[in-house]
């Protein structure tokens, strides 16, 4: 396709315009910054003439353009530098030079000096010098406060102060309104008026030396009159002003109201406080009408908090002291109704936060008693099993002899949010509906509302019972059937996704299983049903929990993991229970404990490859573990102990997954079972009863290395030569005599040189360590009676010198431990 014109053509074309504009646009700049300088006062820079080289350097232009902004800047300091000093010296006038002149001499010098401070900002506007014309438009402004005092003093020196200042800032904020009208470019006297109307009722109330109340009120009347210049006023200085003096003078004067209402006595005294907070709350929704959306939330949120205090103060003083919180509560709950009510969205949900808190506020004041409830019994372990308490269950959480304020209204308190959030979450669409505009409808939402009337309804149901005193035996199958309630439902939820609620059911049940557990340590029967309860139970849960979402599948096989493992747990309890029912000593009820880790074992086999399966399997060795520390004070009960944890590791050894680690571990277990019979019968020569074990064992790990040639030393000798050296190396540390020392000294040097010959990592290893060990045995007594001798800054001198040899040598320290490690490594 043929081009008219040609590229060529075009291209010249456009670079031509181009320069075209760059030359007008440069014009243009020069004229700017010619302009400016006009407009500005004289400049250092001579100022450009407008015919002047149109295309002239940048830089003139550039710095006529910033010379503006330096000039602005040091005018504005030395403006007010000089107002703030016309300033004092028009107070130190007034104040300090007072009987130096006559009172209508001096009267007429600062009415002359206002006169003029008022009248030369209109001339000086004219002229374009605004700044000038702030400084002295403030200043004018301190002279008529200075005029005023002066008044009071010559015209009216009876007069009450405070009453005089009272209609003085009245008087005030009129004339600096129209002053600040009728000069509209000034900036400051509009917000001046504001500020002194701020004082007038409230200087006016104290003059008249009323009570608390009437401060209350002219506080909320100047918050109003601040909304209504807030809203209407003319000015971002002006509403700002009222803005700020609204919410400090409102806050104030509700504070002075809920103060009344809270102390009141009667329902009759906390009805003036009452309407007083009310009056507020709809100040604050007027201004929070037109607000910008943060301020109109905190509006919305005052007014709330205002509304419940004003109604809550009047039923607070009608009822008794317990249903104090009730009654607040109660309030808060009818505010949300206030959700259909022709409300801007920003200030209705101001109003919902507000609801929210005070429920909030009312859950923290029952939170003591729930707490008490779940942590009491943890008081009385010291008195397991010494029988069902008397007078109630109080007696088993340590409440028998206290008064609980305010114990008889907690369930009302958690259980009457909890129906109504319940029934929420079951609703939720048309609660959504009814919301309106104000509430954004939300499954996240929905799933918090659900947890929350979850954990509310679980903690009223739990701390029922104590605030009824039951019998103990009912408290107890209380917490149970909350418990399994509470696993049911988080299987279910699980089984869903893992939502909010089945965490919260999950959570509160583990807490509650806690509770009951330890609150059923009081009685023996007690015990057996509640922790063998709990056992079918986190079996169960575990065994039902299953993921049917891929994103919750990991949390879901934690969760059924964490179950597993609580049921072992209660199955420990159980065999440390039978155990104490049989009134065995600690060290003979050890067997009986390794019944859990033996159903473990067998456990694990069924579970094999499950999620489940490895903590279940840990747990059980911890409960192996707790036997071996029960067994330690007898000897031979801790061999017994140690020899059947040694079967349990091998059986679990038969399965490949586990043989890495078990089969280690059940060697470890028979070696140290025999080592401590051996100690236990006070054997002297331990070499009689390892030496017929040892030979053996050499023989059939020489047999596996010389059919598999690449297998490891430790395992074909590792436990054979540690069945004598061991024992042997303990029989020599406590022998007096040379004879074993001697003889296990050079039965190690002979294996760590055979070790070092053949390159076999277990015999090299074993036998340095023991003959170290052996050595040093041997040497301790010339070593202590060397260093009595020696002087004691001999020892750190010597120590330090090796640390500075090894600094210096650390590089090829470094890279001989390098070494060493890989021809470790190389070894069989």
Partial sequence: MTHVPSPAEELALLDRELVRLDARRMQLLTRRAWLLSVLQPPAALPAVPPAAAPFAPPSPAASAAAAPVARRSAQNVLLTLGGLLLTIAAIAFTLVSWGHMGIGGRSAVLALVTVVALAAPAVLLRRGLSSTAEALGALALVLMVLDAYALHRVAAP?????????????????????????????????????????????????????????????????????????????????????????????????????????????????????????????????????????????????????????????????????????????????????????????????????????????????????????????????AVWAGAPEGGV???????????????????????????????????????????????????????????????????????????????????????????????????????????????????GVAGAVSAGVLSLAAEPATYAVFGTLLVLFGAASA????????????????????????????????????????????RAAPVMLVVPAATVLIGTRLRGGPSALPVELTGAFAGAVAVVMAVPDGRFLALVLALCGVLAAGTAVRAERRPVAGYVAVALFVLATWVRLSASDVSAPEAYSLPVTIPALAVGALRRRRDPAASSWTAYGAGLAATLVPSLFAAWVDPSWVRPLLLGVAALVLTLAGARVRLQALLLLGGAVLALDALHELAPYVVQVAGVLPRWLPPALAGALLLVVGATYEQRLRDARRLKDALRRMH
């Fill in 158 to 382: 009876d007069a009450g102060g405070l009453g005089f200042a009272a209609a003085a800032s009245a008087v005030l904020a009129v004339l600096w309104a129209v002053y600040g009208l009728a000069l509209g470019r000034l900036r400051l006297p509009r917000p001046a008026a504001v500020v002194s109307v701020q004082f007038t009722l409230v200087l006016w109330a104290w003059s008249a030396d009323a009570q608390a109340s009437a401060f209350g009120w002219a506080l909320v009347l100047t918050a109003a009159l601040d909304c209504v210049i807030a809203l209407w006023g003319r000015g971002v200085g002006v509403r700002t002003t009222a803005a700020v003096g609204g919410c400090v003078t409102g806050l104030a004067g509700s504070l002075v109201a809920l103060v009344q209402s809270v102390t009141a006595g009667t329902p009759a005294a906390a009805v003036a406080p009452g309407v007083l907070l009310l009056t507020g709350a709809a100040v604050a929704l007027l201004g929070a009408w037109r607000a910008p959306k943060g301020f109109a939330v905190a509006g919305g949120l005052i007014a709330g908090f205002a509304v419940v205090a004003g109604v809550g103060g009047v039923l607070r003083a009608g009822a008794s002291a317990d249903w104090t919180v009730p009654a607040y509560l109660l309030c808060g709950l009818l505010l949300l109704a206030s959700v259909r009510a022709p409300l801007p969205r920003p200030a209705g949900q101001g109003v919902l936060w507000a609801s929210l808190v005070v429920v909030a506020g009312s859950m923290l004041a029952a939170a003591p008693a729930v707490g008490v409830t779940l942590a009491g019994p943890v008081s009385r372990l010291s």
């Fill in 544 to 587: 039902g929990t299953r993921a049917e979402s891929s994103p919750a599948a990991r949390a879901t096989r934690v969760v059924q993991a964490l179950q597993a493992c609580a049921a072992v747990v209660c199955a420990m309890v159980l065999a440390g229970a039978v155990g104490a029912s049989l009134e065995l000593a600690t060290y």
């Fill in 394 to 508: 109080r007696g088993a959480l340590g409440m028998a002899g206290m008064e609980w304020s305010q114990l008889s209204t907690v369930p009302v308190v958690l259980l009457v949010p909890a129906g109504l959030a319940g029934a929420a979450y079951r609703r939720w669409a048309w609660c959504t509906r009814m919301a309106g505009p104000v509430v954004a409808p939300g499954e996240a939402w929905r799933s918090v509302v659900g947890a929350s009337a979850l954990v509310l309804g679980w903690a009223g149901l739990l701390v029922l019972p104590v605030v009824l005193d039951a019998a103990y035996p009912a408290a107890v199958a209380v917490q149970s059937v909350l418990v399994a309630a509470l696993l049911a439902l988080a299987v279910r939820g699980m089984r869903r996704g893992a939502d909010p609620v089945a965490w919260a059911a999950l959570v509160c």
